[in-house]
């Protein structure tokens, strides 16, 4: 079992930057592959971008490519999404997610464990 707290949202200009964090509880955080994923009112949860369990795999939805950056420290027990040049289309509450399979999983069904989300708006 595995709790997971985002933070780091807020409001940001479109071509700035923002950094997102979720720490997970336990000490078993480096058996977890790591996602984010986003989420808009009515619409389905969507794929942002995830690292494998010993991070050498990265997977990043094309619209977030060159622009994102997810990385993560397990001594910290942490993942970190780093938003550049942020566009107001990225506006979206964003989830940060693990999944017990190693690999670095686009699909939210390979997830186990959600954070409660944490909102970010891109103004223009």
């Known amino acids: 079992q595995v709790q997971l707290v985002e933070s780091g949202g807020g409001l940001v200009q479109a071509g700035g930057s923002l950094g997102l964090s979720c720490a997970a509880s336990?000490?078993?955080?480096?058996?977890?592959?790591m996602g984010w994923f986003r989420q808009s009112p009515g619409k389905e949860r969507e794929f942002v971008a995830a690292?494998?369990?010993?991070?050498?795999?990265?997977h990043y939805a094309e619209s977030v490519k060159e622009r994102f950056t997810i990385s993560r420290d397990n001594d910290k027990n942490t993942v970190y999404l780093q938003m550049n040049s942020p566009k107001p289309e990225d506006t979206d509450v964003y989830y940060c997610?693990?999944?017990?399979?190693?690999?670095?999983?686009?699909?939210?069904?390979?997830?186990?464990?959600w954070g409660q989300g944490t909102q970010v708006t891109v103004s223009s």
């Open positions: 997610a693990a999944s017990r399979t190693p690999l670095a999983g686009t699909k939210e069904g390979q997830y186990d464990y």
């Open positions: 336990g000490r078993t955080f480096g058996r977890y592959a």
């Open positions: 690292r494998s369990l010993g991070g050498v795999t990265t």
